[in-house]
Each structure stands twice: as structure tokens, then as C-alpha cells.
């Protein structure tokens, strides 16, 4: 089955024509073509490595950056007061590490000399970090290896007091290794024998590096490699050199501006120097007449294989144009056409699908899913016909929440949320399944009552009384506490069938805010206009 599908696929029967077009065009070109690529490609393999150099050192500095302003937002955050209460301190900073594990080895508070404010000994002073947080910059310091073998960092920031001044040292160690960091250099691998280095040169070490062995180790002496040298003193851009096993490499070097490092991208010129340049342009200009002639046939035959895809593109233009039904299209073959004609098929049912939910939003209320003021008029207009119809009665009660506004300020909107969809889940449990309750507001609702056999008006009012009984209970909202009570003033209209779905909501709205005069929790009925 899968050899089927592979030969089926578009993907192989293209590569084969490449490989014939390859093979034809090009066994006498590659001895030429050697003369023209050591220029080209040294300029393409470096333009490449600055690229690969920026977007690792980009990688580095947003970690750091991350981190470093994690602490500053902490340092900014801490009460003055927990400087000088040690158990408060420690539970404050215990806190902040577990709602945000970017520090997982742990958060400090030290004073100037070391010693760590929530009483739990003294720390080394003499960390580049340290010095830096001391004299009011925040600075990351030097990476060094754990009894685990995971690369740590070290980074510090000044902790302010009202006046500006340095009060005291907030430091966390982040754990290179446990985030994965390093183990993204490290693995990373440029070509068969490239590779990527970070380098402190204030500390004079090798930070990470594809080489695992190289990682946490000094840096070679002066002398030894011009780029590297030149890169310490501050040099960023590429160049070709000699690294200290010898061997040539095109490298390039890119800042990481929150700690001063640098990220060497290097690739060996052996491999760099391949011969994979510019092929196609010089077997242009050396072959062009055979190349014409492939390229007719290879045009021949896109036309055969596209045939089904320009034709499936027709049609569905033509949908979009409204000329043809949304209909599936006729799968052809088993290739990657094939493939792409049943994505579209799918891709059109999921289309008919939001259509029908769209139609859906346009007639609900999106948070409680009760039908909205466009639907409730259609089915107040139905319920009106049949009113008239069968001489039979029919009920409209306007709810305005009490207390919601209090509720809602207290406790934030989405505790308001949530008493909504409450609210409308008890609201459906009170009446039938002919009946319609709907959110027309805020916190407005209004339940539609139709066909009553008996007395509208008992019937109305005896529903009007359970809405309030019903949204008089406790809310379950689980967000806190609030003293506030949710009630009700409902207003009710009732109707024969003679008035406009406008008018029973305005005379049933106008009856809500009398019961609210009234002294809310009530309702009030405006009766059957004869």
C-alpha cells in the first residue's frame, strides 16, 4: 500500500524527472563548474553563519532578558518591610518561585556584605553579579558547573528602597541545563562538522558549545586563533581562521547584548567549499539548448499532472463566484492532487459547518447560549399569530436583576459571568418546553409564556414568582465571597394576539420598573388589553 502510494505521488515522479534532467545535463559540467565556486560559496556559507550567529545569540539574550527581568519585576515587587523579617521573606520568596519556576535552584535576599537577610547564612561576595547588583546594575555572572554536571548562571539585581537606593541584593541560579538551553546548542550541529560556541569573554571561558567537552572550559590563549582574538576584543562579523586544532573554518560572530557574550557559528571550509554553488545559472549558460529541450517536456508533462488540480481550481472559482453549488469536488487520482482535492472536500464541509454556528451566534447570546432579541422577536411574532389564531392567551415577563451591578464590581466580571449563566440555567428549569427564555441585555432577560389554556394572568404570575424564588438562592460562583444579594423585579405584559412583539417588551418593561418602585424582589402585571 505504501509503495503504491509512493509511486502515485507527484513529489517522485518530479524527482525522477529531476534526476534524468541532473544526470543528462549535467556529467560533463562538474569539472568547469569547480573553477566558480570557492567565491561564491565562501560568501554564501558566511552570510549563512552570520545569520545562524544572530538568531542564536537573539535565542540566548531573550533568555537572559527573561530572567533578568523576572528579578527586576521581583526586586520591584518586594516590601521594604520583608527586609528585615526573615521568615516573612523566606515565604514571600518560596511564593514567587513556585508561581513562576524560572529560577528552580532558588531565590536570595542578601545585604551588601552577603549575608542573607532571611537568616539562612552568608553568601561568597566576590561574583561579578554580586559586584554589579551592589552598584545598582543587573548583571548575569559566571556560568559554572554543579556536582549534577548541570551548567548553572548566576544572576543578580539591586532591590531599591524609597529613596532610590541600593537596600539590598535579590539573586536566583538558573539552571542552563534544565531548561534546555544548552542542550539546544549543544545538539545543534551546522553542516557534518560545524558547530555553534558561546563565549564569556570577561570570564574567559566557553559558556556552551556543540562539543560538550569544550563546555565551562578557558578559552585558548592569545594567538592562537586571529578571529577569536579579534572577537574578544570586541570584533562582531565573519571572517575565515585557523582554530586551535588547525583546522580552516568560515565563522561568525553575533553580541548577547544582556550579558556581553558571543556566539562563534563556525563551519569547516572543507565542507563549506563543496561543490553545491551555482549549478543551475552555469548550466544555463553551458547547456542552454538541452535545457530548452528538457524543460519543454518537463512542461508537457506539468501539463498532464496539473491537469486535474487546474481543473478543480475552476470549479472552485466558480463557487466562489456563485456559478456552481458548494459541492465536493471529484477526487481524480491517488497523488498529492488527489490529497489536496479531499482537503478542500473537508475543508468545505468544515466551511458549511461554520455556517450553520454562525447562524446559530447570530440568534444566541454567546455566553449563556439563550436565544437573543433577534430571535425572541420571531417567536414572539409566532406566538402572537398563534395567540390570535386559537383565541388563547399569552404572557411576556421583563426580569431585571437586583444587585447584579454590586456583584459584578465586587467580585469582577467574571464572577458576573458566571452568575449570568447560573441565573439562565435556573430560568430554563422553570418553564416548558414550548416557552422561551432569552437574554435581551445585561442583566436583562425575558421569558416568553405562550398558550394558556386557563387564566394568563395566575399562570403569569405564579411564574414570576418562582424567578424570584429561584434567583433569590445562593449563587455558586466559587470566585469568593460577597455579601450582595441577586434578586429580581419582573415586570409582566400579557396579550391576545392584537399587539406587536414592540409593544408587549415596551409594556412589559415599563411594568418591571414598577415592580423596582415598589421596592424591588416583586413584580408587577400590566393585564390583557381588551
Not at 423585579?489 to 412589559?508: C, F, K, R, V
Request: with cysteine; hydrophobic share 45%; aromatic share 4%.
Amino acid at each position: 500500500m505504501n509503495f503504491r502510494k509512493s509511486a502515485n505521488s507527484l513529489v517522485v515522479r518530479l524527482l525522477m524527472m529531476g534526476l534524468l534532467m541532473a544526470v543528462v545535463g549535467t556529467a560533463g559540467s562538474y569539472i568547469q563548474l569547480s573553477r566558480f565556486l570557492r567565491e561564491e560559496l565562501t560568501r554564501s556559507v558566511a552570510v549563512q553563519q552570520t545569520a545562524l550567529a544572530a538568531y542564536v545569540a537573539r535565542n540566548v539574550d531573550n533568555y537572559l532578558g527573561e530572567r533578568l527581568s523576572f528579578l527586576e519585576r521581583l526586586a520591584a515587587t518586594l516590601p521594604p518591610e520583608l527586609l528585615t523579617q526573615p521568615d516573612r521573606l523566606r515565604g514571600w520568596l518560596a511564593e514567587r518561585s513556585t508561581l513562576s519556576p524560572v529560577f528552580p535552584l532558588g531565590l536570595m535576599v542578601a545585604d551588601a556584605t552577603g549575608k542573607r537577610l532571611d537568616g539562612t547564612g552568608q553568601l561568597a561576595t566576590d561574583g561579578s553579579e554580586f559586584a554589579s547588583a551592589r552598584a545598582g546594575q543587573s548583571a548575569p555572572g559566571r556560568p559554572r558547573a554543579t556536582a549534577s554536571r548541570h551548567s548553572v548562571l548566576p544572576m543578580a539585581v539591586p532591590v531599591r528602597d524609597a529613596a532610590g537606593q541600593v537596600a539590598a541584593v535579590l539573586l536566583g541560579t538558573a539552571d542552563l541545563s534544565a531548561d534546555g538551553l544548552l542542550d539546544h546548542l549543544q545538539q545543534g550541529r551546522v553542516g557534518e562538522a560545524g558547530g555553534i560556541l558561546v563565549v564569556s569573554p570577561r570570564d574567559r571561558i566557553f559558556v556552551a558549545s556543540t562539543d560538550v567537552s569544550m563546555s565551562l572550559t578557558p578559552t585558548p590563549p592569545d594567538g592562537v586563533n586571529p578571529l577569536h582574538d579579534r572577537a574578544m576584543a570586541g570584533y562582531r562579523g565573519s571572517g575565515t581562521t585557523r582554530n586551535a586544532k588547525g583546522i580552516d573554518e568560515i565563522s561568525a560572530i553575533a553580541s548577547v547584548p544582556n550579558s556581553g557574550w558571543f556566539v562563534v557559528a563556525r563551519l569547516p571550509v572543507s565542507e563549506a567549499l563543496a561543490p553545491v554553488g551555482r549549478m543551475q545559472t552555469f548550466i544555463l549558460q553551458q547547456r542552454a539548448p538541452a535545457v530548452a529541450a528538457v524543460l519543454i517536456v518537463i512542461g508537457l508533462i506539468m501539463a498532464w499532472l496539473l491537469r486535474p488540480l487546474l481543473r478543480a481550481a475552476d470549479q472552485a472559482d466558480r463557487m466562489t463566484r456563485g456559478e456552481l453549488a458548494l459541492t465536493p469536488l471529484r477526487v481524480v487520482r491517488d497523488d498529492e492532487i488527489g490529497y489536496l482535492t479531499q482537503a478542500f472536500n473537508r475543508l468545505l464541509a468544515k466551511l458549511l459547518d461554520n455556517q450553520e454556528a454562525l447562524a446559530r451566534l447570530a440568534h444566541h447570546d454567546s455566553l449563556t447560549g439563550l436565544p437573543n432579541r433577534k430571535l425572541l422577536d420571531e417567536r414572539l411574532q409566532q406566538a402572537l399569530l398563534r395567540a390570535k389564531r386559537h383565541a388563547r392567551q399569552m404572557a411576556v415577563l421583563y426580569l431585571d436583576l437586583d444587585g447584579f451591578k454590586k456583584l459584578n464590581d465586587t467580585l469582577g466580571h467574571e464572577a458576573g459571568d458566571k452568575a449570568l449563566l447560573e441565573i439562565a440555567q435556573r430560568l430554563q428549569g422553570l418553564v416548558r418546553q414550548t416557552d422561551t427564555v432569552a437574554r435581551i441585555g445585561g442583566d436583562e432577560f425575558v421569558l416568553l409564556a405562550a398558550d394558556f389554556e386557563s387564566s394568563a394572568e395566575q399562570g403569569a404570575t405564579t411564574l414570576a414568582q418562582r424567578c424570584i424564588d429561584a434567583i433569590a438562592r445562593p449563587l455558586q460562583l466559587e470566585t469568593g465571597h460577597c455579601d450582595t444579594v441577586i434578586g429580581v423585579s419582573i415586570g409582566i405584559a400579557l396579550g391576545n394576539g392584537n399587539e406587536t412583539p414592540q409593544d408587549l417588551l415596551a409594556t412589559a418593561d415599563a411594568a418591571m420598573y414598577r415592580a423596582k418602585q415598589s421596592g424591588r424582589g416583586n413584580y408587577a402585571v400590566t393585564p390583557t388589553p381588551h
